[in-house]
Nanobody, 123 residues
Framework: VQLVESGGGSVEAGGSRRLSCAAS????????MGWFRQTPGQDREGVAT???????LYAESVRGRFAISRDSASNGVFLEMASLKPEDSSRYYC???????????????????WGQGTQVTVS
């Protein structure tokens, strides 16, 4: 299992950014997939998750601004971020875990596989 994030960078407040996660070694649309973020000195925070049947969960802080999606053809997972705020500045991580039914919760310990992260800076 390998997850590789891309798409991070610097963006002005109010702008948009699209993060991508390239998954390999497994079929992403059959697993729980999620995006988390972490800033130095703080716990890793769940941002969004998607189940194999397409159920979505979002952190309250990003609901209505961020959207998680996946593409079966590319085995990729994406995070569309809009109306970005300085407090969205963080390192964003793609995460995956075997699906066991129900929701994929925004809980770090529920995910066993992680990418290396991609930095997003909003100013």
């Amino acid at each position: 299992v390998q997850l590789v994030e891309s798409g991070g960078g610097s963006v002005e407040a109010g702008g948009s950014r699209r993060l991508s996660c390239a998954a390999s070694g497994f079929t992403a649309n059959r697993w729980c997939m999620g995006w988390f973020r972490q800033t130095p000195g703080q716990d890793r925070e769940g941002v969004a998750t998607i189940t194999p049947d397409g159920s979505l969960l979002y952190a309250e802080s990003v609901r209505g601004r961020f959207a998680i999606s996946r593409d079966s053809a590319s085995n990729g997972v994406f995070l569309e971020m809009a109306s970005l705020k300085p407090e969205d500045s963080s390192r964003y991580y793609c995460a995956a875990n075997l699906y066991r039914g129900g929701n994929c919760f925004l809980v770090e310990d529920d995910f066993n596989y992680w990418g290396q992260g991609t930095q997003v800076t909003v100013s």
